[in-house]
């Protein structure tokens, strides 16, 4: 059982540019979420989704888009990536929204801004 | 804005001896409140959930107390064991609706052999 996937696990990106990152779960999950940890700072949420088809904003979202066409993925897009970007992606899924069931995280994506 | 702060931000222990975490919360309208784990270059591990209403959870060596009124919660581990060594991070849900966890920046455990 896979549990939470994230791809790619690490990238550099120059200022300006955009990229993709991915996350596939396949514990049927109807919530998943986008988080960036930092030092010194707790996990931050950058946008979740209740479900196919939908996405909401969370504390930090500017900057990013998400989509959320299939029920098992969730994608996280950087249009034009800024050094302030630079930090470690978290994807996580859940059955339940509100943290009524637990979380399931991937291992992270480490993104680097030059 | 709820600020979760979880002190100390390090901590070491020989092997065998039983410890407390310290998560304190600011907003005490929380709905429920999560204990994780997370090892290096590794995503996060839920430990234990608490919901409101309650007053702890167990779960093996680990049990997680959650005092609502003064904003606290603590993470007991009995017994440690050089594999325990991690970091724990708590969180905790507004009851206001919204689906966001409040993320403390954690304990960095270290369990001596």
């Known amino acids: 059982n896979a549990g939470v996937t994230q791809t790619p696990k690490f990238r550099v990106l120059k200022t300006g540019q955009s990229m993709t990152l991915l996350c596939a779960q396949d514990m049927n999950h109807e919530y998943m979420y986008w988080y960036r940890q930092d030092p010194g700072m707790g996990l931050r949420l950058i946008h979740y989704?209740?479900?196919?088809?939908?996405?909401a904003k969370g504390e930090v979202p500017d900057g990013y888009n998400v989509s959320r066409l299939k029920k098992q993925n969730f994608l996280l897009g950087l249009e034009s990536a800024a050094p302030s970007q630079t930090s470690v992606y978290f994807c996580?899924?859940?059955?339940?929204?509100?943290?009524?069931?637990?979380?399931?995280f991937g291992n992270g994506t480490r993104l680097t801004v030059t | 804005k709820q600020e979760v702060t979880q002190i100390p931000a390090a901590l070491s222990v020989p092997e065998g001896e039983n410890l407390v975490l310290n998560c304190s919360f600011t907003?005490?309208?929380?709905?429920?409140l999560q204990w994780f784990r997370q090892d290096p270059g590794k995503g996060l591990t839920s430990l234990l959930l608490?919901?409101?209403?309650?007053r702890e959870q167990t779960s093996g060596r680990l049990n997680a107390s959650l005092d609502k009124s003064s904003g606290r919660s603590t993470l007991y581990i009995a017994a440690s064991q050089p594999g325990d060594s991690a970091t724990y991070l708590c969180a905790v849900v507004q009851s206001t609706g919204a689906n966001n966890l409040f993320f403390g920046t954690g304990t960095r455990l270290t369990v001596i052999p």
């Open positions: 989704s209740v479900g196919e088809g939908t996405t």
């Open positions: 996580a899924s859940s059955p339940l929204g509100r943290g009524q069931s637990p979380l399931h």
């Open positions: 907003d005490s309208a929380i709905y429920n």
């Open positions: 608490i919901q409101s209403s309650q």
